[in-house]
């Protein structure tokens, strides 16, 4: 028999990896016997059963196994599975990245009660691993111990989950118009996780990204801050950092930070009853808004002095409405953040009612408005009458 000048090393490579137990067949292959792990064949009877095959049936593709790789998130559970179509007579194997043998067959090798048997048969081998770690990822090997020896390889990739996002920077209340920054983190992903800001449905544009490589040399912190300028309507916003990773597979995790935003007061006048007739009660309601709101209302009469009224209370009271209480009426709401005068406009002329509203120009966003007959409002400087 000729055999090939490589026959010592490929008989040497081969009873170091056959199963305690197993012999070479007479047409050149192992064959498990009472199969018992952790033991070897001898090289001697290895080499003294061998008879080789020839290079047609060594060349064979059908014994060639095919696995494929896998991606599992940190903590989950992979499937690992290796299919041979023609087995030769000889079992499937899967080892780690350290080449640790996990199964051999449906014989379990590594004591990890995370590894399982899914599946054992001739033309298949499938196993999972549960609690998968970080430390997990690699190069997982499937091996068929024909002549020669042919292998699958199966890329495990792990995706490390990242953390919750933490917002800082801020610290207290805002008043209108300063400028912010507020920063963002989270740590733990793998790959780098992405962030993003937006205050309610808006989208704010932050700073891209920065990556950080995490102690642990396979995960990373990544951070991104965000500046803006805030108006009275940011009073009570949540600004939100979303992180964005695969392994989160679309679930939101995300961070909200609520801003408080002071600013200057505004009030309208309000009358109760909307269409009030002469003779009878009526209520100006000095409706002040702000933050933080009102403390004071000063009620005035444009040419009438001293002031009407200045209390904690809304409201000036005409107990009985008649002629003389015609006339333009101002309301000055106040806080600490500044005052706000709304004005109001009455005419009892006998068979008709006159009534016009609107806010002073000494602060931003006066309006000016007319109630209708509905009740609303509309801008513009004209009166309306109603009838009696």
């Given at each position: 028999m000729g055999a090939p000048s490589a026959l010592p090393l490929l008989l040497l490579f081969a009873s170091c990896w056959a199963p305690g137990g197993a012999n070479l067949s007479q047409d050149g292959y192992w064959q498990e016997q009472n199969l018992e792990l952790g033991t070897l064949a001898p090289l001697e009877e290895a080499m003294s059963s061998t008879v080789w095959s020839s290079p047609d049936m060594l060349a064979s593709q059908d014994s060639q196994p095919w696995t494929s790789d896998e991606t599992v998130v940190a903590g989950g559970t992979v499937v690992l599975k290796c299919q041979v179509k023609d087995h030769e007579d000889s079992s499937l194997q899967w080892s780690n990245p350290a080449q640790q043998t996990l199964y051999?067959?449906?014989?379990?090798?590594l004591r990890d009660n995370r590894i399982q048997l899914v599946r054992s048969t001739p033309h298949e081998l499938s196993i999972s691993i549960s609690s998968v770690a970080l430390a997990d990822e690699g190069e997982y090997t499937c091996s068929i111990f024909t002549m020669p020896v042919r292998t699958a390889k199966s890329l495990v990739t792990v995706l490390g989950i990242p953390q919750k996002p933490i917002i800082t920077g801020y610290k207290s209340s805002l008043r209108e118009k300063d400028?912010?920054?507020?920063?963002?983190?989270?740590?733990?992903?793998?790959?780098?996780?992405?962030?993003?800001?937006?205050?309610?449905?808006?989208?704010?544009?932050?700073?891209?990204?920065?990556?950080?490589?995490?102690?642990?040399?396979?995960?990373?912190?990544?951070?991104?801050?965000?500046?803006?300028?805030?108006?009275?309507?940011?009073?009570?916003?949540?600004?939100?950092?979303?992180?964005?990773?695969?392994?989160?597979k679309g679930a939101d995790r995300s961070t909200a930070q609520r801003i408080e935003v002071l600013y200057t007061p505004t009030a309208k006048i309000r009358p109760d009853?909307?269409?009030?007739?002469?003779?009878?009660?009526?209520?100006?309601?000095?409706?002040?808004?702000?933050?933080?709101?009102?403390?004071?209302?000063?009620?005035?009469?444009?040419?009438?002095?001293?002031?009407?009224?200045?209390?904690?209370?809304?409201?000036?009271?005409?107990?009985?409405?008649?002629?003389?209480?015609?006339?333009?009426y101002g309301c000055t709401a106040t806080s600490n953040m500044g005052s706000y005068k709304a004005y109001y406009t009455l005419n009892v002329n006998g068979t008709y009612l006159t009534h016009e509203a609107k806010g002073s120009d000494d602060a931003p966003d006066a309006d000016t408005a007319i109630i209708n007959a509905e009740g609303g409002q509309s801008g513009g400087d004209d009166k309306k009458e109603y009838f009696i």
């Open positions: 051999f067959g449906e014989k379990r090798a400028t912010t920054t507020l920063n963002c983190q989270s740590s733990g992903s793998k790959p780098a996780a992405q962030l993003t800001w937006r205050k309610g449905d808006q989208e704010l544009h932050g700073e891209p990204t920065r990556i950080q490589e995490d102690p642990n040399g396979k995960t990373f912190t990544v951070s991104s801050s965000v500046t803006f300028q805030v108006t009275r309507e940011d009073d009570g916003a949540d600004i939100v950092c979303s992180v964005n990773h695969e392994s989160l009853p909307p269409h009030p007739r002469e003779g009878q009660k009526l209520l100006l309601h000095c409706e002040g808004r702000g933050n933080p709101a009102p403390q004071q209302y000063l009620w005035e009469k444009e040419g009438s002095v001293p002031p009407l009224k200045m209390t904690q209370e809304s409201a000036l009271i005409f107990p009985f409405l008649n002629k003389s209480d015609s006339g333009t």
